[in-house]
T-cell receptor, first 116, second 111 residues
């Protein structure tokens, strides 16, 4: 049973380009959470999705950022017109129920976005 | 607003020594987690603490929770090099799915 798969692991974008980060949850998990980790900081919640629904996007910047979790395929975090401040590690977690943490949630290895 | 503070943020210690990492949080939360992160890697769940006075131990690591003081500690006994990593504590909000994270403690254990 593969864990949470994120790709790419590393992504370099020039200012103004678009970044697409993918997250395939663990088999049987229908809840996906995205977190952002700035250098030397803890993770910050961005968005919580279930299949085809955004449940809570209170941590997402209002502009340029969007997320989806379609019926088929991975969850996508999309950042349009990237700026240097978007450089961070983006982690995805999945769980079988609406709880994150402990043994019920599993994190992917993250996508490290660098904006040059 | 729920905030989580860890200290120290950086710790360098010798093998064989004992030390404690502290995690304070600002408002009531009944679920606290400790995670480990190796450089460039994902987050590994270590402990989940659910109630006041809870204590959990795994190898050389022991975590405890005092909900009245809003304080959790992660104690390292007789440290070994393999424990070098960044350790995070995190707590849940009332909504029970957002995790609020501390800034992490970068632990370096020298042989």
């Amino acid at each position: 049973n593969a864990g949470v798969m994120q790709n790419p692991r590393h992504l370099v974008r020039r200012r103004g380009q678009e970044a697409r980060l993918r997250c395939s949850p663990m088999k049987g998990h229908s809840h996906v959470y995205w977190y952002r980790q700035l250098p030397e900081e803890g993770l910050k919640f961005m968005v919580y999705l279930q299949k085809e629904n955004i449940i809570d996007e209170s941590g997402m910047p209002k502009e340029r950022f969007s997320a989806e979790f379609p019926k088929e395929g991975p969850s996508i975090l999309r950042i349009q017109q990237v700026v240097r401040g978007d450089s961070a590690a983006y982690f995805c977690a999945s769980s079988p129920r609406a709880k994150v943490g402990g043994t019920e949630a599993f994190f992917g290895q993250g996508t490290r976005l660098t904006v040059v | 607003e729920l905030k989580v503070e860890q200290n120290p943020l950086f710790l360098s210690m010798q093998e064989g020594k004992n030390y404690t990492i502290y995690c304070n949080y600002s408002t009531t939360s009944d679920r606290l987690y400790w995670y480990r992160q190796d450089p460039g890697k994902s987050l590994e769940s270590l402990f989940v603490l659910l109630s006041n006075g809870a204590v959990k131990q795994e190898g050389r690591l022991m975590a405890s929770l005092d909900t009245k003081a809003r304080l959790s500690t992660l104690h390292i006994t007789a440290a070994v090099h393999d424990l070098s990593a960044t350790y995070f504590c995190a707590v849940t909000t009332d909504s029970n799915y957002q995790l609020i994270w501390g800034a992490g403690t970068k632990l370096i254990i020298k042989p």
